[in-house]
């Protein structure tokens, strides 16, 4: 077997581990759903959030579909797994990049499953979760967090869709596959150009405009809204006093 397939396949039981002791399972069917992979549980997500008739212009309607949803949990997990995404050896390169640039507070922005924070942790930066309070993927990151006894990790919560970052700094800031989910784009921006120390980084991974409503709705909770960042979300970040560092790397002179 390839080192490569070794890894995923330590990975794959570790998470079913975590999975089965999280929602009270045993670990056999949930590593038989992992298996399925990526683009099923993808699926299922759309589904489930079809099915719970969530209102994609109602806010309410949205937080209540990610506070109760578990095939999100499902869903990323198995996105995180996927070896064609590379999902860790981004997390790696990310966290790498920022302590190379010596970089030590670490905030990610709706960080679903906390792979990326855990990561930094691991590093020995001071790391901060941040994602919807009371949702049930962010149960499962606090669960994967407490089992832990080796990282300290920060938590830090929004009960709807506006930022409470608050007088808080960082050197750096991550939004992997977040932004494209919240309906004030611009709002959140802000924020995080004021809770960057001078000289801190961010790092943004936006998948505007993809499988939203309007583009074949495989990720409903995509909002259409966001379609326009695709243009105008460079423009933006200069004009909030971001500099582009290249490779995706913005900089808060």
């Known amino acids: 077997m390839e080192e490569a397939e070794q ?98 507070s670490f905030l990610s922005l709706g960080d679903g499953i906390g792979d990326l924070v855990i990561r930094a942790a691991e590093e020995g930066m001071a790391a901060t979760y941040h994602d919807l309070e009371g949702s049930r993927t962010a149960e499962f990151a606090q669960f994967r967090f407490n089992r832990r006894d080796d990282l300290t990790i920060n938590t830090l919560f929004t009960d709807n869709f506006q930022p409470v970052l608050g007088s808080r700094k960082f050197d750096v800031i991550a939004a992997l596959d977040f932004l494209e989910h919240v309906p004030n784009v611009e709002v959140w921006a802000e924020a995080i150009y004021k809770a960057l120390k001078k000289g801190g980084l961010f790092i943004p991974q936006n998948a505007f405009a993809c499988g939203d409503a309007e583009n074949g709705n495989s990720i409903p909770m995509h909002l259409s809204v966001n379609n326009h960042w695709v243009e105008d979300w460079d423009p933006m970040m200069l004009d909030l006093g971001f500099t582009t560092t290249g490779n995706g790397w913005w900089s808060k002179p």
């Open 7 to 104: 890894v995923m396949l330590m990975n794959t039981e570790q998470r079913a581990v975590e999975l089965g002791e999280f929602f009270g399972m045993d670990p056999e069917p949930v590593y038989a759903r992992l298996a399925k992979g990526f683009w099923e549980n993808h699926a299922l997500v759309a589904e489930d959030f079809n099915e719970a008739k969530t209102d994609v212009d109602d806010p309410d309607s949205l937080l209540h579909w990610y506070r109760t949803t578990e095939a999100y949990i499902w869903e990323l997990t198995t996105y995180h797994l996927e070896e064609g995404f590379n999902y860790t050896g981004m997390c790696d390169g990310i966290v790498s990049h920022a302590k190379n640039a010596g970089k030590t």
